[in-house]
DNA sequence: ATAATTGTTGAGACTGAGTCTCAACAAAGT
DNA sequence: ACTTTGTTGAGACTCAGTCTCAACAATTAT
């Protein structure tokens, strides 16, 4: 993956920092991954970036949506990246934090309906069910 | 409304300070609020309780299923009240601000669903649709 | 009742994720 | 080259929420 077409597909100025934390996040792509951690990704290789333009790029990627903010801890932001991602939903492990993702036709069908039926426009959604997943349960 | 029920129904002890901060909370009862909306009823009256002591009986109810956070804000935590309310789901309008509460069965039968082809057992969830309300996607 | 135990209070210090500032710098446009 | 516009970094700042701890109040045991 190459940071400097995924900066350029969003019209990003392209820069040595933005770079370097482009690599952090796409090093992170199969996790749900927060701010903090890109800048813990960069330390650790010690690379030098501010902390201001991580979160700067975060918010932007966010922004531009090729993050997804997804609210699945109350203390920090978390993003999953949506390039080879479809929308999906969440199960969240209360006892161990695993997540899986779901997909599911039907549910989004019945929000659409009762949106219709509310007179309310859609534009983005986001299902979160909170339970013990089958580890968890069984232990 | 007696707060000195709604206290020892859930066996949290009785006192001075919990009786004015529950009064407060059950004046908000038909709102979403947070902790600081609590306080600021209490200044308002006049009524001198601290803020830590707001915030552990929030926090207390929630635990204890008096109130129900409700993740409607990412700066502060909205609760709703439990009682004389079923749970629903909400419609939240990013231009106004309006909360629409919705039930559903069918949604929440498909949920349960898919949390048995997964093999989780679901203790909650919250499903949150972001967009428009009539008047502001007419306007 | 009285004493011993346990839970609660308030004022303010503290925490920490995230934002803002602003002067120095780098990229793009002319 | 020169001007304009966007970006950077270091660290100060914000502010919802938590923690501390000594004084106090409610409950339980004696």
Redesign the interface.
Same mark, same amino acid.
């Given at each position: 993956m190459d940071t400097n077409k995924l900066l350029s597909k969003y019209s990003i100025r392209s820069t040595k920092a933005r770079q370097e934390i482009a690599k952090a996040i796409i090093s992170l792509r199969h996790k749900h991954f927060c701010a903090e951690e890109v800048i813990e990704r960069l330390r650790k290789k010690e690379i030098k970036v501010s902390r201001a333009s991580a979160y700067r790029l975060v918010k932007l990627f966010s922004k531009r949506g090729v993050l997804r903010p997804v609210?699945l801890n109350?203390r920090w *932001?978390m993003y999953e990246t949506s390039f080879d991602k479809n929308h999906h939903d969440h $199960?969240y492990? $209360?006892n161990c934090g695993k997540i899986?993702e %779901?997909e599911?036709r039907?549910?989004e069908n $019945? *929000?659409t309906k009762?949106?219709k039926e509310?007179? %309310?426009?859609?534009?983005?959604?986001? $299902?979160?069910?909170?339970?013990?997943?089958?580890e968890c349960?069984n232990a």
């Open positions: 609210d109350k *932001q $199960l492990c $209360l899986i %779901f599911n039907a549910i $019945l *929000q009762v949106c509310k007179k %309310f426009k859609p534009l983005k959604h986001s $299902l979160k069910i909170l339970g013990l997943c089958r349960d």
